[in-house]
């Protein structure tokens, strides 16, 4: 079984920053995509960051130049810097992560709970 344990969520001031890192744990062999996606009150969920393990990353539009997303393999970390950051940034955040585990070798791909961002002055 893997879990996501996202941490970081919060209240914060518009021009703040937070950082939100999720932690999978488990018996897992690889992580082959990380990512965050965010959903706001009353629209759909959205993919804000996502990296695969060749080292490849893309942003949607919206956060480019504001939002870093980083890995830690030694860790099965991600985290999702966030910089500038605006009212409309304001949603719950999840990671979701394509990986193998050890159990058949088979490739699941796994959310986690959600973290919510408010951006409000």
């Known amino acids: 079984q893997v879990q996501l344990v996202e941490s970081g969520g919060g209240l914060v001031q518009p021009g703040g920053s937070l950082r939100l890192s999720c932690a999978a744990s488990g018996s897992i062999v690889s992580i082959n995509v990380m990512g965050w996606y965010r959903q706001a009150p009353g629209k759909e969920r959205e993919l804000v960051a996502r990296g695969i393990s060749s080292g490849s990353v893309n942003y949607a539009d919206s956060v480019k130049g504001r939002f870093t997303i980083s890995r830690d393999n030694a860790k099965n970390t991600v985290y999702l810097q966030m910089n500038s950051l605006k009212p409309e940034d304001t949603a719950v955040y999840y990671c979701?992560?394509?990986?193998?585990?050890?159990?058949?070798?088979?490739?699941?791909?796994?959310w986690g709970q959600g973290t919510l961002v408010t951006v409000s002055s």
């Open positions: 979701k992560m394509s990986l193998i585990v050890t159990l058949g070798y088979r490739l699941l791909e796994v």
